[in-house]
């Protein structure tokens, strides 16, 4: 089956970049996100990008993906104490509405 | 304002007792989803509904029932089946045709 990969944790010191990585196994992803979460809170939509494109931007966000090795990453600019959360890769195969697969989340963890 | 409301947001049960949690969504979207959040885990669904009386097992349904009489409905019930029922209860909608799902912001189940 589909599997989504993250490493747990990622620590950067405020004001750097932060990169988040994942990869996925399903070569028939169509569909890729990244969700943040706060503690105690639901998921919020960060960004997504389709399977035919290699990079979208959104402010602070740069979203790349390598889909030749299935890669994607998540790059925050000038990162900021608000950062700090929990952050998703999930993908989504074809056009169906049978749910996303999630990776187990990455912890941002910021750096005064 | 539209969005998704799960209740309550904090819930405890004791051993043997089913429960009910609730989702409500005016988004208007077709689709509705539960999975299921523990730490280090990552989401795992458990039901997911396309359209209105009809629904499908997700990757861990068993111990837990749904029903989908309204569109703007999707409740989940914990029966005292489910094994290992404290966690990280978390909806999501979408349109059957997009791309992307929206979360409520979670209730969190105890069993005391």
């Known amino acids: 089956g589909e599997d989504v990969e993250q490493s747990l944790f990622l620590s950067v010191r405020e004001g750097d970049s932060s990169v988040i990585n994942c990869t996925y196994t399903?070569?028939?992803?169509?569909?890729l996100y990244w969700y943040k979460q706060e503690p105690g809170a639901g998921l919020q939509l960060l960004t997504y990008?389709?399977?035919?494109?290699d990079m979208k931007q959104d402010q602070r966000l740069t979203v790349l993906l390598n889909k030749k090795d299935k890669h994607l990453s998540l790059r925050i600019a000038d990162t900021q104490t608000g950062d700090s959360a929990i952050y998703f890769c999930?993908?989504?195969?074809?056009?169906?509405?049978?749910?996303?697969?999630f990776g187990k989340g990455t912890h941002l963890i910021i750096q005064p | 304002d539209g969005g998704i409301t799960q209740s309550p947001k904090y819930l405890f049960r004791k051993e043997g007792q089913n429960v009910t949690l609730s989702c409500e969504q005016n988004?208007?979207?077709?689709?509705m989803y539960w999975y299921r959040q523990d730490p280090g885990q990552g989401l795992r669904l458990i039901y997911y509904?396309?359209?209105?009386?009809?629904?499908q097992k997700g990757d861990i349904a068993e111990g837990y029932s749904v029903s989908r009489e309204k569109k703007e409905s999707f409740p989940l019930t914990v029966t005292s089946a489910q094994k290992n029922p404290t966690a990280f209860y978390l909806c999501?909608?979408?349109?059957?045709?997009?791309?992307?799902?929206?979360f409520g912001q979670g209730t969190r189940l105890t069993v005391v």
């Open positions: 999501a909608s979408s349109p059957l045709s997009q791309w992307s799902a929206f």
């Open positions: 399903d070569s028939s992803s169509t569909y």
């Open positions: 990008i389709f399977s035919n494109m």
């Open positions: 999930a993908e989504r195969s074809g056009g169906g509405a049978d749910g996303l697969t």
């Open positions: 988004l208007n979207h077709d689709a």
């Open positions: 509904s396309q359209i209105v009386n009809d629904f």
